[in-house]
């Protein structure tokens, strides 16, 4: 029942979602390639960044409320209702494909078992680390106040943070529920998993459909309310858009190029690294477009979307990247320290993309390189979004971004490389088996993988589902187990009068007071405090409205050690690794 009943809303969502995104692409008319699953993907990535304009807008003045967050649900389903007889007519009318061979069996096989392992890690209890340090903290506290707020006790105050509006209404309307942000983060992964297959299915043939639907659909984040996959939604959908554009005759055309730029708007009114996919999709635009008129219309579809955290950040910083543009527009809440410890935290996690989309090498000697325009086009995309990325993090999660197209792409380089072997292989056997042999082979490596992979799929499974909390109980011992401090911080989050000052236990973030302060970078960083004597930050803290320290266990012995810490500091709580301390000189008259 509790996974029908988040299910169950998410299914309400999607269909408010192709309500208003569907209302918007029938007035477009039908592409060059019509596609009746592509356009409702694209309906619903339409939506979802419908959505996230209203909630923002809202927010901007104060007024983001629960009943805000119902009205636009009811009325996307209102305006669905009426739409869904023509689209089932679509449906029905749609071309019917040729008969599935066995290779492209055992493909949607695949896929469709590893979409079956997606579907219950989005249920348990938030406990991913980026999601519990600022996404959901964020979330909550535009959800609280009903406006988009500077909560500068967060790691990132100042990023743009467009689908975590999305994670704040949830949370406004769900009681509490905070498991319903997962599924929104889930539904950009599996709306990107559709849009990858079909359009290898346009472009290509079903085989690499459902590989590059399968490698993206592996690689993606299914268990947190994260955003990169929310931003990967919006760049594949955004380049669909734009070929979409290529492929239409003006002015038809021109509505599609809009198209893409708001969706580009709503990625990078999401996550800074979106930017680095504008320089290649701008001089595509530019190549092909030079109308005045036109490209207006696509800028302000750009800016409305992300135009606000940019010109918030510049007017009320200098600085409209911040904090990454520090170097060029000058420090704010980060100082130069912090800047170095983030780019150096960034190079400790450097690393190679996953070998699944190394295959890319290999697309230009596919036979389908030179009949696909649309192929060399994502390979110019892949290349140039490797390049970009090499030159400037190799950190593999800044690559999300443009892992759709890479792993579409790769799919190509990968039926390129089977193939050859394929056809070597042919050559070495006699000539009596060569028309049956391989065939006889491969169909029986193909189902010994599938059963494997069934098996391995049943296993995952069964750990998601173990992962599920529907009791209070259940909820506690799964955050005990997977949060570091989380017993202490909500400790303090119940009995806490005063400011909590958390040190090396960020991971527990949204489970501790709100706020409460205490990072390694930020005006509020350890090093500020922690590095002077125990009398001396003791009576910082206590200056500045702090009440209790939170201290993971390691720091907290460290702390313990120094003279005169336990004349400044009393033990209060402790529990799971870590300590909960009453600053001694705190007194309740003073101000929080």
């Known amino acids: 029942m509790f996974a029908a009943a988040h ?43 419908i959505f996230i304009c209203v909630f923002q807008a809202f927010g901007i003045v104060g007024w983001f409320t629960p009943t805000v967050v119902v009205a636009m649900v009811a009325l996307g389903v209102v305006v669905a209702i009426p739409q869904l007889p023509s689209w089932l007519r679509q449906v029905r009318m749609r071309e019917v494909p040729p008969a599935l061979s066995w290779l492209e069996k055992t493909g949607m096989i695949a896929l469709v078992l590893l979409a079956v392992m997606t579907l219950a890690a989005p249920l348990a209890p938030p406990a991913v680390f980026d999601e519990l340090m600022y996404h959901l903290p964020y979330a909550r506290e535009v959800a609280h106040s009903g406006k988009l707020g500077i909560y500068e006790w967060l790691r990132y105050p100042w990023f743009p943070y467009n689908y ?5 209404g949830a949370l406004m309307v769900g009681n509490g529920n905070d498991v319903f ?3 929104l983060n889930a539904l950009a992964g599996w709306t990107s998993v559709l849009i990858v297959y079909r359009l290898g299915v346009m472009h290509i043939n079903r085989v690499v459909a459902c590989v590059g639907a399968a490698i993206w659909l592996g690689m993606g984040d299914y268990t947190g309310a994260l955003i990169d996959t929310s931003v990967a939604l919006m760049v594949i959908a955004a380049c669909a ?34 930017l680095t996919v504008l320089p290649l999709l701008g001089v595509f635009v530019l190549w092909h477009e030079r109308r005045p008129r036109v490209l207006a219309v696509a800028l302000l579809c750009f800016l409305i979307p992300c135009i606000y955290w940019y010109a ?91 892992f759709p197209m890479l792993a579409l792409t790769a799919a190509v380089g990968w039926q390129t490389v089977f193939g050859g072997i394929a056809a070597k292989l042919r050559q070495t056997m006699p000539e009596r088996d060569r028309s049956g042999g391989l065939d006889r082979v491969g169909r029986w490596l193909a189902i010994l ?14 750990e998601k589902v173990s992962m599920i909390a529907t009791t209070p109980e259940q909820r506690e011992a799964f955050l005990r187990k997977n949060v570091p401090g989380y017993a202490v911080m909500n400790y303090l989050r119940e009995h806490a009068t005063g400011r909590v000052y958390q040190i090396a236990l960020s991971e527990a973030t949204y489970y501790g007071p709100s706020p409460v302060w205490g990072d390694a970078l930020g005006p509020w960083r350890y090093s500020d405090f922690i590095i002077f004597p125990p009398a ?23 702390l313990e050690a120094q003279p005169g810490f336990s004349e400044q500091f009393a033990l209060i709580y402790e529990k799971d690794n870590a300590k909960a301390y009453r600053i001694r000189q705190y007194r309740n008259d003073r101000a929080p």
Not at 164 to 168: E, I, K, R, T
Not at 338 to 352: G, I, K, N
Not at 449 to 462: C, E, P, S
């Open 181 to 183: 942000p997962h599924l």
């Open 536 to 558: 001396d930050y003791a009576r910082k803290l206590a200056e500045k409205g702090f009440e209790a320290i939170a201290v993971s266990l390691p720091t907290a012995t460290y």
């Open 449 to 462: 993988l599938l059963v494997v992979g069934a098996g391995v799929v049943f296993h995952k499974t069964r």
């Open 312 to 402: 918030r950040n510049a007017i009320m910083t200098g600085d409209p990247f911040n904090p990454i543009g520090a170097r060029v527009f000058g420090f704010t809440n980060w100082n130069a320290s912090d800047y170095h410890q983030q780019l150096q935290d960034v190079r400790d996690h450097a690393s190679l993309p996953t070998p699944l989309i190394w295959a890319v090498l290999a697309v230009p000697f596919s036979a389908h390189w030179k009949r696909s325009a649309a192929l060399r086009a994502a390979t110019v995309f892949c290349i140039y979004s490797l390049f970009v990325w090499t030159l400037t993090s190799r950190y593999p999660r800044y690559l999300v971004p443009s």
């Open 241 to 274: 858009a734009l070929w979409w554009w290529r492929e239409s005759p003006s002015p038809q055309g021109a509505r599609w190029l809009a198209l893409s730029a708001f969706f580009l708007g709503i990625a990078v009114g999401s996550k800074y690294q979106a």
């Open 7 to 49: 299910y169950a809303a998410l299914v309400v969502f999607v269909a408010s979602c192709w309500g208003f995104g569907r209302a918007v692409l029938v007035r477009f008319g039908a592409p060059a390639r019509p596609d009746v699953w592509l356009e409702a993907a694209m309906a619903i990535t339409t939506g979802i960044g």
């Open 164 to 168: 975590n509006l999305l994670y704040a």
